[in-house]
C-alpha cells in the first residue's frame, strides 16, 4: 500500500529555516516526479517545488527560488524540503506529492506558520 506522510512543519520566526520531510511508502522514488505543494487560507493549492523523474530538472515557484530546495534519500524513500529565509507570506499547510505513470498521490499536508 502507497501513502505519503509529512512532517516537520511548525512555528518558526521570520528568516527562519524549517526541513519537511515526507515519508513515502510503498513507492520507488527514482522513477516518479516528485513535489511539494501549499496551500494557505483562503486560497487555491499552489505549486512550490516540483522534481522531474524524466530528466531531474527543479522547477520553483518564483516566490521560494533561492530559498527552498527540494531532496531525496533513496534509502529512506523519503522526500524533503528545506526551507530557508522564512517568510509570513509562506503560512500554509504543506503537501508533498508523487505523480506514476497512472495516478497523483497526496500526503494530509503539515502546517507551516511563520510568525513573530
Known amino acids: 500500500q502507497v501513502q505519503l506522510v509529512e512532517s516537520g512543519g511548525g512555528l518558526v520566526e521570520p528568516g527562519g529555516s524549517l526541513r519537511l520531510s515526507c515519508l513515502a511508502a510503498?513507492?520507488?522514488?527514482?522513477?516518479?516526479?516528485i513535489g511539494w505543494f501549499r496551500q494557505a487560507p483562503g486560497k487555491e493549492r499552489e505549486g512550490v517545488i516540483c522534481r522531474r523523474s524524466s530528466d531531474g530538472r527543479v522547477d520553483y515557484a518564483a516566490s521560494v527560488k533561492g530559498r527552498f530546495t527540494i531532496s531525496r534519500e533513496d534509502a529512506k524513500n523519503t522526500v524533503y524540503m528545506q526551507m530557508n529565509s522564512l517568510k509570513p507570506e509562506d503560512t500554509a499547510v504543506y503537501y508533498c506529492n508523487v505523480v506514476t505513470w497512472n495516478s497523483v498521490y497526496w500526503g494530509q499536508g503539515t502546517q507551516v506558520t511563520v510568525s513573530s
Open positions: 510503498g513507492f520507488n522514488l527514482p522513477y516518479y516526479s
